[in-house]
Every structure is written in C-alpha cells, then in structure tokens.
C-alpha cells in the first residue's frame, strides 16, 4: 500500500510538471507575440508557480501583465491579461483534469472537485494538498477493498485439503 501511494505522489508531480510545462510554453508564447521583454524568466515564473494551486498563476500572471504594461503599454497588457487568463482556464478545464486522472487514477471529476474543496478546508494549501491526498485515499480505500474480498471469497485451491480427505473429495 505505501508503494503504490508513493508511486501515486509521483504520478502527481510529473503531471503537475507537465502541465505546468504546457502552461509555460503558451503563456511564453503569448509573450513572445506581444514583444514582451523578460519573458523566459516570466515564462520560468509561471512554471514554477503553476505548482502552487491559484496564488501561482496570480503572481506568475500579474508580474506578466506588469512587464507588458510598462514595456509595450496598456493595450499589450490587457492583451497579455488576456493570453493568460485564456491559457490558465483551458489548462485548468481540460488538460489539468484528464492528465491527473491519468496520472493519479482517480476520475477527472475527482480531480476537478477536490481542489475546490481542498482550498475551501484549508486555503492555498489544502488546494495544493488536495488531490494528492485524494489519491492516496483512494489508494487505501482499494487496499481495503482488496483485503475485504480476499477475506469475503477465499480461493478454494489455495487453502490444502484436511487430513485424510483427497483434494476435490466432498468433505
């Protein structure tokens, strides 16, 4: 059971990472389109702070939309504001979702209500611990179930036969 939760954890992290890869990348692009200067670091910004549920994608996000007000002005950083309002809510609805689920095992609509639920209980932290701690809990639950059908339907021809009785005998 803690192999396979720790295996859980780990599929957690590397689809957190991927995502927040992908998060990077656009909102990198989007920078790039609009002239703005800074913006690998801010495109490193974002990846980093796509690991920390909602505060990441605001600091990330408004630092951006800063940058691009100073350097290419209002209407850059509106556009910019734009770009990464539309990455953060395509990212958080379709791809964060399904590749959790895949990654975590757990359906993608358990993944989409358990950081609501998370940052509701305990803030950015509970957001952030959320879905990890819903897989590991799934991951015990299946445990539990394993064990309360092993003990419910035992194989019969695991257990030897009594003493004196040949195997596939009526007792």
Do not use: C
Not at 26 to 31: E, V
Not at 53 to 81: D, Q, R
Not at 124 to 149: N, W
């Amino acid at each position: 059971m803690l192999g396979q939760s720790w295996s859980t954890l780990g599929g957690f992290i590397r689809t957190q990472a991927i995502v927040s890869f992908l998060d990077a990348t656009l909102i990198g692009i989007g920078l790039l389109v609009e002239g703005v200067p800074l913006r690998s670091p801010l495109a490193i910004l974002t990846f980093f702070g796509a690991f920390v549920p909602i505060m990441g994608a605001i600091v990330a996000g408004s630092l951006a939309v800063l940058v691009a007000l100073v350097w290419v002005g209002p209407t850059g950083a509106l556009i910019v504001l734009a770009i990464i309002v539309a990455v953060q809510q395509l990212e958080g609805n379709v791809p964060q979702p399904w590749l959790q689920s895949k990654g975590v095992q757990l359906h993608a609509v358990v993944v989409l209500l358990a950081i609501p639920l998370g940052s509701t209980l305990s803030g950015v932290i509970g957001a952030f611990l959320a879905v990890p701690a819903a897989a590991v809990a799934a991951v015990v639950l299946r445990y539990l179930h394993h064990l309360v059908s092993i003990e419910s339907h035992p194989d019969p021809e695991a257990s030897p036969a009594p003493e004196g009785q040949a195997e596939g005998s009526p007792g």
